[in-house]
């Protein structure tokens, strides 16, 4: 299954290239159909698209590769901080439509100024902060992704866990960099779940695959 993270890869460094030479697609074209995907299949773009997300995966294999220690939430504490981007998306909301409303010429100069200052600190920051702990930003920070993933819970196609052979060994719950607990969750449909297929690739007898949500079984 490694051929997959290859893919993705190449996929996540043409978009990349695409963000430096302006050849990514116009916003119009690209939220044309992502919601229909995000509907079917889940949120893909962060995962393999955004660049901001690649930059966070190469940061971590990065600090893999310098032997750094790797820091990880305890699903305890997980379970609420991961709802801090939705408060971030709420506020967010509120913060631009305030702004709007004082004014587009208002907008437009904050736009410009302090925020994009501010912006590329907080930029590097998480990148740095990458080397130890896998995508923070996407996990507790992006409003986007927070947006995306509340459309895909709807989803019916996702990564299947064979509950019968499983051992719950817990490596994929440990590749994953949203820290989803796939080792316990016999159907995918998390709205934290980026499509990485890193837990598919972890798993050491290729008891997960991706596909279509399994229907209840009879009794
Ligand atoms: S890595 Fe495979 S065997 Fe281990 S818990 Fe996950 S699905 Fe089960
Ligand atoms: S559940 Fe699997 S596909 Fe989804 S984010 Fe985690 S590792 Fe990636």
Sequence with gaps: MRKIQLLRLLVQALFMAGLFMSFMPKTKVVSSWLLPTIILAGVFFCGWVCPFGAAQDWMSKLG????????????????????????????????????????????????????????????????????VFDRPFCNYFCTGGARMGLFSVLRIFGIKRNTEQCRQCGQCSKACPMNIDVAHTDFVRHPNCIGCMNCVSACPKGYLKYGLMPGNKKK
Excluded: E
Excluded at 82 to 93: A, E, I, K, M, N
Excluded at 99 to 128: C, E, Q, V, W, Y
């Design 64 to 131: 893999r590769l310098l032997r750094l220690p790797r820091l990880r939430m305890p699903q305890g504490t997980q379970r609420y901080l991961q709802l801090l981007r939705y408060g971030f998306y709420l506020v967010s909301t509120i913060g631009i439509t305030f702004a709007l409303l004082k004014g587009p010429h208002n907008f437009s100069r904050f736009m410009r100024g302090d925020f994009l200052t501010i912006a590329s600190g907080i930029i590097i920051l998480f990148l740095l902060v990458s080397l």
